[in-house]
C-alpha cells in the first residue's frame, strides 16, 4: 500500500523472514495500477480501502480481508485515514515449500458468505493478527514464533485458498508482464514530461496501433490516461502533505492541462483539491 516509483513493485523482504509484513497507518494515497512477483494480503482493521484488481472494483472495511495474487495489475486509493495489517510474500520463496506454485491463484473473497468459507477466511486473519502482536511486542526468540505462524499461514493458503491454472495462460501472461514492465519503467522515469506514443511504441517494441490496443487490453486504460493517473498520485500525496499551491505541484509532476486534471481528481476522489486538502488540514 505504500508509494512505489516503478510500476513493477519490488518487494523490500526482512533478511530474518523473507517476507515484507507490516500494519500500515495510512493518512491518504492513491497508488496507479502496479504489480509484483509477491502475493499481497491486505486486512483493513480501521478506515476503509478502495481496490481495483484487474477489471474488479471493490472497497474493503474494518474486518475485511483480500488477497491480490503475484503478478496481477491491482491499484488502490484511500480517501481517509485507515490502518492495515499487509503481508507481501515473494513467489521465490513461497516455491520452495507450495509444490508448482507458480500453476496455482489464491482465492480469498472477501464478500464470500459460505459458512466454511467465512471460517477459514476468519482463521487466516486470526493468523494474521497473531502475526501483528509477535512483530509489535518482539519478545526474545520472537522469530521463531513468527515464522511458525508465518508457515501456518502458508498452508491454510494451500490447502484452503488455491486453484490450479492452465499452463499455456501463464505463458502468455508473463511474456505480456514482461513488455508492460518496460513500458511501465519508462513511464515511471520520464513522467514529468510529455511522452509521444511513438516513444513508447517503440520502448515496447510494438507499432504505435498495436501498442495502443495492446496497453488498453492490458491495463484496461489507454496510455495517456494510465500517465495522467500516475502523475495524479504524486499530486494527491503533495496535496495532503505540503501546503504547496496546486498550480506549483501540477507543474512538479507535468500536469499542464488543469481543466483535464479537475475532472480527473473529481472523477477519483470525488471532491475538488482544495476540499480534500481542507478534510486533512
Known amino acids: 500500500m505504500e508509494k512505489k516509483e516503478n510500476s513493477y513493485e519490488i518487494i523490500d523482504v526482512s ?26 494480503i491486505i486486512y483493513i482493521q480501521e478506515g476503509s480501502l478502495d481496490i481495483t484488481v484487474e477489471s474488479q472494483n471493490f472497497t ?29 510474500i515473494p513467489v521465490d520463496f513461497m516455491e520452495k515449500y507450495i509444490p508448482n506454485i507458480q500453476q496455482l491463484l489464491f482465492m480469498l473473497d472477501h464478500t464470500v458468505t ?8 476468519a ?11 509477535i512483530d509489535d511486542i518482539r519478545p526474545d526468540g520472537f522469530i521463531m514464533r513468527f515464522n511458525s505462524l508465518l508457515f501456518e499461514l502458508l498452508f491454510q493458503l494451500y490447502h484452503n485458498f488455491s486453484v490450479k491454472m492452465f499452463q499455456s495462460d501463464l505463458i502468455q501472461k508473463k511474456k505480456d508482464l514482461d513488455r508492460l514492465n518496460l513500458v511501465l519503467k519508462y513511464i515511471a522515469d520520464n513522467y514529468k514530461r510529455s511522452i509521444s506514443l511513438a516513444e513508447i511504441s517503440e520502448v515496447a517494441y510494438l507499432q504505435t496501433g498495436y501498442f495502443c490496443r495492446f496497453f488498453k487490453k492490458r491495463m484496461g486504460v489507454t496510455f495517456l490516461e494510465y500517465q495522467n493517473e500516475y502523475r495524479l498520485s504524486f499530486i494527491y500525496r503533495d496535496l495532503i ?15 499542464t492541462n488543469y481543466k483535464l486534471f479537475r475532472r480527473m481528481f473529481q472523477e477519483h476522489f470525488g471532491d475538488t483539491p482544495t476540499q480534500i486538502r481542507n478534510s486533512y488540514q
Not at 241 to 255: A, K, N
Request: charged residues 15%; proline residues 7%; hydrophobic residues 35%.
Open 15 to 40: 533478511d530474518i523472514t523473507n517476507v515484507r509484513f507490516y500494519t500500515s497507518i495510512d493518512q491518504g494515497s492513491y497508488i496507479p495500477p502496479h504489480w509484483h512477483r509477491a502475493v499481497e
Open 114 to 121: 459460505d459458512p466454511v468459507r467465512k471460517t477459514k477466511t
Open 241 to 255: 502533505s505540503t501546503t504547496d499551491p496546486v498550480h506549483v505541484i501540477l507543474e512538479r509532476h507535468g500536469f
Open 123 to 133: 482463521m487466516l486473519c486470526t493468523v494474521l493478527e497473531q502475526m501483528q502482536i
Open 60 to 88: 474493503i472495511y474494518p474486518g475485511g480481508c483480500t488477497l491480490i495474487n503475484a503478478n496481477i495489475l491491482h491499484s488502490t486509493k484511500c480517501t481517509s485515514p485507515n490502518k492495515a495489517i499487509v503481508l507481501q
